[in-house]
């Protein structure tokens, strides 16, 4: 059985906006906090859900939040303590084409944020402190060097060990060896295991803006935003 973690900030319990509307499959709400936990899967806590959480012998709902031009696509929904839990991934991949392109093949992705009021990729390793502004404006000049060049995003599900190849090698530990990965790739870059949703083409993103890296307790994050 999946445990929650703890959010990041206070919350309150959930309104369980299906009490009000069982049929409804669309609502309004707000962002409360968004973290990932011990297991590595990422959390996003509203204020009121449509999602009917897995319990009382009933499976938990799938669907899309939303945000702007952002989306965090649910795959599994828990409650603990009257707060409700939905799990899904963001992926930063386009930025995690640029750290190996500009030397930082040392930083493993982490937790991500792709909602537009403070987009971040979060690494698991550090940039010395004097090459942070020369790696900030590297990362920049890549990123928009890729969105310039333009690359069709493929999107396909795979074999585990062809997977595995095509993601570098190898594949992060939650995944099963007995599943069949999606596989998102664009250009001969290595591919990343992702189950959510793209643009169809790099050269939409028009304009990336790496605002600020920040390292601290051997992680570093580097915040971003993009024009549309």
Known sequence: MATAAAPARAVGPTRLAYFDDMWALRSHATVLDVHQEESGRQ?????????HPQGGGQPADKGIISAGGARFLVEDVRTKDGVVYHYGRFEGHLLDIC????????????????FPDGAFVEYKGVIPPDQIQDKQNELEREANKLILEGAKVLVSVFPYEEAAKLCGGSLPSYISKDSTPRVVRFGDYPGCPCGGTHVADISVINNLKVTNIRVKKGLTKVSYSISP
Not at 43 to 51: E, G, K, N, Q
Not at 103 to 108: A, D, P, R
């Open 43 to 51: 959390a996003v806590v509203l204020d009121a859900t449509v999602f």
């Open 99 to 114: 750290t190996n392109n500009v030397g930082l093949s040392h930083l493993e992705p982490g937790k991500c944020y792709h």
